[in-house]
């Protein structure tokens, strides 16, 4: 007894069955007078039906009856019925001949309760398995939107959906029918209105918001399909990206004190999968946002080391377009600092790694050897440059960020990545202020990381007065000042630093190539050697004062050695003054170091409290 044509594939969508007193009823309408003889149990619920029309059909239930031996056999019972009671129920209809429509959201419960129960050709034509596979075949696969419903209700079907590749063959429908309008798409682009060039068709890849009701499994395989059949690359990125900000939604912060387990373990697995999804796609199709938002998730659910290094890969090959707040990612550790340094750090890394392989590529090509200096990038290295001295001084009032990581990020820009080092001397000088418990080597360590040449005339005169600053460093800066002041009054064309960096107001010039540069940079660099080293004189001899006067406090003496240390400053003066005639300027250093010499007696009383 088979189905009536007009319901062989229908379109209306239903869904199955669940009332297990259905079955009952058949026996009631069409054996109205012959008792039910068998009660089959699935999965707790009861049928009772007649054994003709199951054997008929079913090969499974034939064969579990003739092996029972018992002609009076009256309960069976089924285990691991694929699709449970209600699968089972549209299964008995077919046997009894009941019209009912197979629909994507049945078709593959049917054709997985059909292969268990044995439902083939030798039993019966047209059985359930030949009708099912024929649904599959003429309806669902021809279409993109129907595959996709057939692969959302395999859900719970497996290991035997994946037996009678059901999945692969929805799988591959997607892809090949995605294939395919993205041809039809692209034509249609080609067809421009005439008089205003606007096109006249752009059909959008509807399916890349349907694929996100996928599972990550699935979803993961529908992507490689597309690939393979060449779906557009821009395509899958979008696709990508709909599918993590749709699946991705409402993550809990992870609390570092919290020990169970994290309910977040699913995200975990999107985000890993999705990202090695990217790993395929080219680095600039992916935008730089979204990447700093998936590895902030990352850091969120804890994803694997290897999954937070891609994304910190893909952000360093763009770096320079990141912004400041892209960088100020939160840090989980509760005993760290409040941003995340070591990320930021090994993203740097990943851009200056770029760089270098970048310059020796073409300095490969081009036969030139530029000796460390790298120009093929140099705008890149100086957006960079700016963006990471704006980050240090953000990161620098926080009082648990380690000195050693503060250094690290300065430390790891080279010097042609800053044309000037006010924002430099600026991070530095909030990570002063904010740890005043610094020790004076620690200071002076930090401080070296300033080139006093590369300071602005304002942040010249503000570091002259700075307390918090090495009495060393400000020296450093007052001899500068003397240069750049000699050079401003005699006008000699000679003074290359001068002229380079120095504009008549005392502001640095634009930023040059420092392939450009660099032989300019060593003869100037020869022409400065014998100054420092009489620079370097002059320091040790007001070091070894200064010394002399911390000695006199220690012995109580402190006010005639402080007046000794006074002049002998204003004797070091006066020997700077040798460099240029700056007679207002040199009495304006003196109160300058004066303020100096108020930081190191501050720095005294705490070392010896």
């Given at each position: 007894?088979?189905?009536?044509?007009?319901?062989?594939?229908?379109?209306?969508?239903?869904?199955?069955?669940?009332?297990?007193?259905?079955?009952?009823?058949?026996?009631?309408?069409?054996?109205?007078?012959?008792?039910?003889?068998?009660t089959?149990f699935?999965?707790?619920?009861?049928?009772?039906?007649?054994?003709?029309?199951?054997?008929?059909?079913?090969?499974?239930?034939?064969?579990?009856?003739?092996?029972?031996?018992?002609?009076?056999?009256?309960k069976?019972?089924?285990?691991?019925?694929?699709?449970?009671?209600?699968?089972?129920?549209?299964?008995?209809?077919?046997?009894?001949?009941?019209?009912?429509?197979?629909?994507?959201?049945?078709?593959?419960?049917?054709?997985?309760?059909?292969?268990?129960?044995?439902?083939?050709?030798?039993?019966?034509?047209?059985?359930?398995?030949?009708?099912?596979?024929?649904?599959?075949?003429?309806?669902?696969?021809?279409?993109?939107?129907?595959?996709?419903?057939?692969?959302?209700?395999?859900?719970?079907?497996?290991?035997?959906v994946?037996?009678?590749?059901?999945?692969?063959?929805?799988?591959?429908?997607?892809?090949?029918?995605?294939?395919?309008?993205?041809?039809?798409?692209?034509?249609?682009?080609?067809?421009?209105?005439?008089?205003?060039?606007?096109?006249?068709?752009?059909?959008?890849?509807?399916?890349?918001?349907?694929?996100?009701?996928?599972?990550?499994?699935?979803?993961?395989?529908?992507?490689?399909a597309?690939?393979?059949?060449?779906?557009?690359?821009?395509?899958?990125?979008?696709?990508?990206?709909?599918?993590?900000?749709?699946?991705?939604?409402?993550?809990?912060?992870?609390?570092?004190?919290?020990?169970?387990?994290?309910?977040?373990?699913?995200?975990?697995?999107?985000?890993?999968?999705?990202?090695?999804?990217?790993?395929?796609?080219?680095i600039?199709?992916?935008?730089?946002?979204?990447?700093?938002?998936?590895?902030?998730?990352?850091?969120?659910?804890?994803?694997?080391?290897?999954?937070?290094?891609?994304?910190?890969?893909?952000?360093?090959?763009?770096?320079e377009?990141?912004?400041?707040?892209?960088?100020?990612?939160?840090s989980?550790?509760?005993?760290?600092?409040?941003?995340?340094?070591?990320?930021?750090?090994?993203?740097?890394?990943?851009?200056?790694?770029?760089?270098?392989?970048?310059?020796?590529?073409?300095?490969?090509?081009?036969?030139?050897?530029?000796?460390?200096?790298?120009?093929?990038?140099?705008?890149?290295?100086?957006?960079?440059?700016?963006?990471?001295?704006?980050y240090?001084?953000?990161?620098?009032?926080?009082?648990?960020?380690?000195?050693?990581?503060?250094?690290?990020?300065?430390?790891?820009?080279?010097?042609?990545?800053?044309?000037?080092?006010?924002?430099?001397?600026?991070?530095i000088?909030?990570?002063?202020?904010?740890?005043?418990?610094?020790t004076?080597?620690?200071?002076?360590?930090?401080?070296?990381?300033?080139?006093?040449?590369?300071?602005?005339?304002?942040?010249?005169?503000?570091a002259?007065?700075?307390?918090?600053?090495?009495?060393?460093?400000?020296?450093?800066?007052?001899?500068?000042?003397?240069?750049?002041?000699?050079?401003?009054?005699?006008?000699?064309?000679?003074?290359?630093?001068?002229?380079?960096?120095?504009?008549?107001?005392?502001?640095?010039?634009?930023?040059?190539?420092?392939?450009?540069?660099?032989?300019?940079?060593?003869?100037?660099?020869?022409?400065?050697?014998?100054?420092?080293?009489?620079?370097?004189?002059?320091?040790?001899?007001?070091e070894k004062?200064?010394?002399?006067?911390?000695?006199?406090?220690?012995?109580?003496?402190?006010?005639?050695?402080?007046?000794?240390?006074?002049?002998?400053?204003?004797?070091?003066?006066?020997?700077?003054?040798?460099?240029?005639?700056?007679?207002?300027?040199?009495?304006?250093?003196?109160?300058?170091?004066?303020?100096?010499?108020?930081?190191?007696?501050?720095?005294?009383?705490?070392?010896?409290?």
């Open positions: 007894m088979g189905m009536t044509s007009e319901s062989a594939f229908p379109f209306a969508s239903t869904k199955l069955a669940t009332s297990p007193r259905f079955c009952n009823s058949i026996s009631r309408r069409i054996f109205s007078d012959v008792v039910g003889d068998i089959i699935v999965d707790g619920q009861s049928f009772l039906l007649h054994k003709f029309p199951l054997v008929s059909r079913s090969g499974k239930i034939r064969k579990m009856i003739v092996e029972s031996k018992d002609p009076e056999l009256s069976l019972e089924l285990f691991n019925v694929p699709g449970g009671a209600a699968a089972f129920e549209l299964a008995a209809k077919f046997c009894y001949g009941t019209n009912f429509e197979i629909t994507t959201s049945n078709v593959a419960h049917l054709r997985c309760i059909a292969e268990y129960l044995e439902m083939t050709e030798d039993y019966q034509e047209e059985n359930l398995i030949v009708r099912t596979e024929t649904y599959l075949n003429e309806i669902v696969v021809q279409s993109l939107e129907k595959s996709l419903e057939v692969l959302c209700a395999c859900e719970g079907l497996q290991p035997i994946e037996e009678l590749g059901i999945l692969n063959r929805c799988v591959d429908a997607i892809a090949i029918n995605a294939s395919k309008e993205q041809l039809v798409s692209g034509l249609a682009r080609l067809e421009c209105d005439a008089g205003s060039g606007k096109l006249k068709m752009d059909c959008q890849d509807w399916w890349v918001e349907d694929l996100s009701v996928l599972s990550i499994d699935l979803y993961q395989r529908v992507i490689a597309m690939r393979r059949t060449g779906v557009r690359s821009d395509s899958i990125t979008t696709s990508i990206m709909h599918y993590a900000q749709t699946s991705l939604k409402g993550i809990e912060r992870r609390q570092a004190w919290d020990s169970s387990a994290f309910v977040g373990d699913k995200q975990r697995v999107i985000i890993e999968t999705l990202v090695g999804l990217l790993a395929t796609e080219k600039a199709s992916v935008p730089l946002s979204f990447l700093f938002g998936m590895l902030r998730m990352a850091i969120e659910v804890d994803a694997g080391l290897g999954c937070r290094l891609e994304l910190e890969r893909r952000i360093g090959f763009q770096l377009m990141a912004s400041l707040d892209d960088l100020l990612i939160p989980l550790q509760t005993s760290d600092s409040v941003f995340d340094v070591d990320t930021v750090h090994r993203i740097l890394v990943n851009f200056l790694q770029r760089i270098e392989d970048e310059d020796s590529e073409e300095s490969s090509h081009c036969g030139y050897e530029s000796e460390g200096l790298k120009s093929p990038n140099h705008s890149s290295v100086l957006k960079v440059g700016r963006l990471m001295d704006g240090l001084a953000e990161i620098a009032p926080d009082p648990s960020l380690k000195l050693q990581k503060f250094m690290a990020i300065v430390e790891l820009l080279p010097d042609y990545a800053r044309v000037i080092d006010d924002g430099l001397y600026r991070a000088d909030i990570y002063l202020k904010a740890h005043p418990s610094l004076e080597s620690e200071c002076k360590k930090l401080c070296k990381l300033i080139d006093c040449q590369k300071l602005s005339q304002e942040a010249s005169n503000h002259a007065q700075n307390d918090r600053l090495p009495v060393q460093m400000v020296i450093r800066v007052l001899y500068f000042e003397q240069l750049r002041l000699k050079s401003a009054l005699s006008g000699n064309s000679g003074d290359g630093f001068s002229q380079r960096m120095i504009s008549s107001s005392g502001v640095p010039s634009a930023a040059v190539s420092p392939r450009d540069n660099y032989a300019s940079l060593r003869r100037e660099n020869r022409e400065l050697k014998l100054e420092i080293s009489r620079m370097r004189v002059r320091l040790s001899e007001l004062e200064q010394a002399f006067m911390k000695q006199g406090m220690r012995d109580g003496r402190s006010g005639e050695h402080g007046r000794a240390f006074f002049a002998s400053l204003s004797r070091g003066i006066g020997r700077i003054a040798m460099f240029g005639p700056a007679t207002g300027k040199q009495h304006r250093s003196t109160r300058k170091l004066q303020a100096s010499d108020g930081k190191s007696r501050r720095r005294h009383r705490q070392s010896v409290s």
